[in-house]
Structure formats: structure tokens, C-alpha cells
């Protein structure tokens, strides 16, 4: 009811920067709700509000691309998400730098979207451009570290680097563990992955383990 009134407000105002700022919100919330299609029917009114408002490398654009990108991903839509997701990123790029935490987020989420296409040469491109940025922007054994570890090792196991895919995954844990939230939800990921190919290797019994492991993690 809140999100109603207050677009109900600026479109009655007809200031374009504030009701793409509200679009942008009420998108997100949807979004995080799940109610996918709804949130992309107001990002994309972000987007067009926010470029009619003249500033065509403005943040909350470049934050409404994004968030609009995640809904396509979501729903499916990979390459319109990888169109939507790179336009996001040369903003941030030009607002903030290269090396950014917002950077790293959209090389991350690009790096998992050309893995998921079968595009792994420019799956590998983003991983290591991410790896790079994160590793600058954040502190040593920061989770967005673990993150990006857990999904190269995904890209390495899709290329059949099953070693490197073990190495990045039990790096991608070890950064969690040091971490100064040992128990984060994202451990979960390579806690389960690398579960997966240690039963694969036979190794059944530390497969068990790893996969009860993140099973109280999700819990928690």
C-alpha cells in the first residue's frame, strides 16, 4: 500500500528522477517477493523514466538495469539478462571505475550467465575480470570472495577441470570459514558442490558430511 501511494504521488508530480526512484523500489520489492513478472513490468518503467530524465549514465539507471536484468535471469530470459546486465556494468564502470563492488557484482552475475549459456571462453573472461575486482575492492576473506571462487569452480567442473574445480571449491570454504561470518548462507554452495564431486570420485562417506554440513547451514 505504501509503494501505491507514494507512485500514485510522483506520478501526480511528474518529476521523472522520483518516480523512476519509486519504480525502481516497488521493482525490487516485487522482484524479492517473487512475483517476477510484475517487478519487470516496473523496472522496465524505471529504465524508461529514469532515461527520459536526461541522464542516460545516471546510478539509479544503471541500479534499475540491474535489478531488471535478475528478473530476466529468473525468469529464464539469459541472453536479454546478459544484454541488460552488461549495459549496467559499462555505467557502473563510468560512475565508479573498474573496480567497484558494484562491478564485481555484474562480472560475477556475468560470468554465471555465459556459464549457463554454454559460453564458457566468455564465462571465463567475466570469472577472472570478477575475481580481480573483487579480490581488489574487498578485505581478505570477505564471503563475495568465497562467492566468486564457488562459481568458478563451477565453470571449471563445466569444463571438465575437475581438479581446479575441487581446488577453487575448497579455497571458496576456506575464505567462508575465515571470514567474519563463518556460518553465511553462501557457504552452502561449494559446501554442496564440492560434495558432488567427491561422490563422483567415490569418496561417499566426506560427501555425506559436506552435505549435512550445508544442510544446517540452510537450516540456520
Known sequence: PL?????????????????????????????VTG????????????????????????????????NLGLVYWRQGRHRE??????????IHVKNEGAQSGSAASALHNLLQLHRELGELD??????????????????????????TLEALGRLAEAQGERAEARALYERSIAIHEASQRPDHPD????LRNL????????????????????LEVRRK
Open 122 to 147: 566468455i564465462a571465463e573472461r567475466y570469472g577472472q575480470q570478477a575475481l580481480a575486482v573483487t579480490e581488489a575492492v574487498y578485505p581478505p576473506n570477505h564471503p563475495a570472495i568465497g562467492g
Open 81 to 90: 539478462a546478459v544484454e541488460t546486465l552488461e549495459r549496467a556494468l559499462a
Open 3 to 31: 509503494f501505491q501511494e507514494l507512485l500514485e504521488r510522483e506520478q501526480a508530480r511528474g518529476n521523472a528522477r522520483d518516480l523512476g526512484s519509486v519504480l525502481l523500489n516497488y521493482g525490487l520489492f516485487k522482484s
Open 195 to 214: 560434495a558432488g564431486l567427491l561422490r563422483q570420485e567415490g569418496e561417499t562417506a566426506a560427501a555425506v558430511k559436506l552435505c549435512e554440513r550445508a
Open 35 to 66: 512475483d517476477y513478472a510484475v517487478a519487470e513490468t516496473l523496472l522496465e518503467r524505471a529504465v524508461a523514466t529514469l532515461e527520459s530524465a536526461g541522464e542516460p549514465d545516471s546510478p539509479p539507471l544503471a541500479k534499475a538495469l540491474n
Open 187 to 190: 557457504i552452502a554452495y561449494p
